[in-house]
């Protein structure tokens, strides 16, 4: 079993930088594939940015690619989520997920497909 807890949110203007962190719980963080979400008011939560165990394969949504970067740590069990460029419509709650993974290179992109979540942190962009 594995806890997560994110930190890193804030409020940031359009157009800025924020880095999200999720520390891990755990001796066996390596073997853990995980991922990003967000869940902004009054909206369905949505997919954000994946990698695999090993770090060497990653997927992003397309609202997120080319301006968030996921990155992972397995020697300090975490994982990061660098997004640049912010917009409005980046607000949201973000979670991270994790999901104990046979395969090195397999990532997930589902909900349902993750078995372990973090509480949130908030991120709110101004215009």
């Known amino acids: 079993q594995v806890q997560l807890v994110e930190s890193g949110g804030g409020l940031v203007q359009a157009g800025g930088s924020l880095r999200l962190s999720c520390a891990a719980s755990?001796?066996?963080?390596?073997?853990?594939?995980m991922g990003w979400f967000r869940q902004a008011p009054g909206k369905e939560r949505e997919f954000v940015a994946a990698?695999?165990?090993?770090?060497?394969?990653?997927l992003y949504a397309d609202s997120s690619k080319g301006r968030f970067t996921i990155s992972r740590d397995n020697a300090k069990n975490t994982v990061y989520l660098q997004m640049d460029s912010l917009k409005p419509e980046d607000t949201a709650v973000y979670y991270c997920?994790?999901?104990?993974?046979?395969?090195?290179?397999?990532?997930?992109?589902?909900?349902?497909?993750?078995?372990?979540w973090g509480q949130g942190t908030q991120v709110t962009v101004s215009s």
């Open positions: 755990g001796r066996t963080f390596s073997t853990y594939a």
């Open positions: 997920a994790a999901v104990e993974s046979t395969y090195a290179i397999v990532v997930y992109i589902t909900g349902r497909d993750y078995h372990y």
């Open positions: 990698i695999s165990r090993s770090g060497g394969n990653t």
